[in-house]
């Protein structure tokens, strides 16, 4: 039982290059999340997606889209990358059909650089 | 808009003793709380599902309590060793966000 994956799971990339993070779930649930972790920020959301086909904006969204392509999968995008997005980013997966605040699932994160 | 408390930031104790993480919020509108466990360069590991109904959940040496009417957990952690040493992060879920707390880095000394 894989859980949640992300890819990649390291990435450098130069300012204004665009990159895709990927995720995918195999728990069958129904919300997926896009957060950021920075030190002394903790983890703020960035997109989170309620159910397929639905995404709606967090905290920190400016600089990125999302993408729910299926029920499995929640991609995040970087059109043209900033050395701010520097960060890690972390998805996760909760919620099942008639009980929406199941535990909740982390990946194990994508380490971004933008030089 | 919910907002989710941990203090203190960090925390150093000597290995055996017995310790309390605090958690508040503001809204006490929530589904469910969770505690992680997050190690240095790592993902979040869950450690405990509260749902709203509940009061408490026990797993091990840990044991997490629920108060909605005053916006607090608590994370106990009996007989605390070197390997509790981490970052503890509690999340409460409600209308379809998750809300984070920025952590209480524990240090557990031998």
């Known amino acids: 039982n894989a859980g949640v994956t992300q890819t990649p799971k390291f990435q450098v990339l130069k300012t204004g290059q665009s990159m895709t993070l990927q995720c995918a779930q195999d728990m069958n649930h129904n919300s997926m999340y896009w957060y950021r972790q920075d030190p002394g920020m903790g983890l703020r959301l960035i997109y989170y997606?309620?159910?397929?086909?639905?995404?709606d904006k967090g905290e920190v969204p400016n600089g990125y889209n999302v993408s729910r392509l299926n029920k499995r999968e929640f991609s995040l995008r970087l059109e043209s990358a900033a050395p701010s997005q520097t960060s890690v980013y972390f998805c996760?997966?909760?919620?099942?059909?008639?009980?929406?605040?199941?535990?909740?699932?982390f990946g194990q994160g994508t380490r971004l650089t933008v030089v | 808009k919910q907002e989710v408390t941990q203090i203190p930031a960090a925390l150093s104790v000597p290995e055996g003793e017995n310790l309390v993480l605090n958690c508040s919020f503001t809204?006490?509108?929530?589904?469910?709380l969770q505690w992680f466990r997050q190690d240095p360069g790592k993902g979040l590991t869950s450690l405990l599902l509260?749902?709203?109904?509940?009061r408490e959940q026990t797993s091990g040496r840990l044991n997490a309590s629920l108060d909605k009417s005053s916006g607090r957990s608590t994370l106990y952690i009996a007989a605390s060793q070197p390997g509790d040493s981490a970052t503890y992060l509690c999340v409460t879920g409600a209308n379809s966000k998750l809300t984070f707390g920025k952590g209480i880095t524990l240090s557990v000394r031998p």
């Open positions: 997606s309620a159910s397929e086909g639905t995404t």
């Open positions: 996760a997966s909760n919620g099942k059909q008639g009980i929406p605040w199941t535990e909740a699932f």
């Open positions: 809204d006490s509108a929530i589904y469910n």
């Open positions: 509260i749902q709203s109904s509940q």
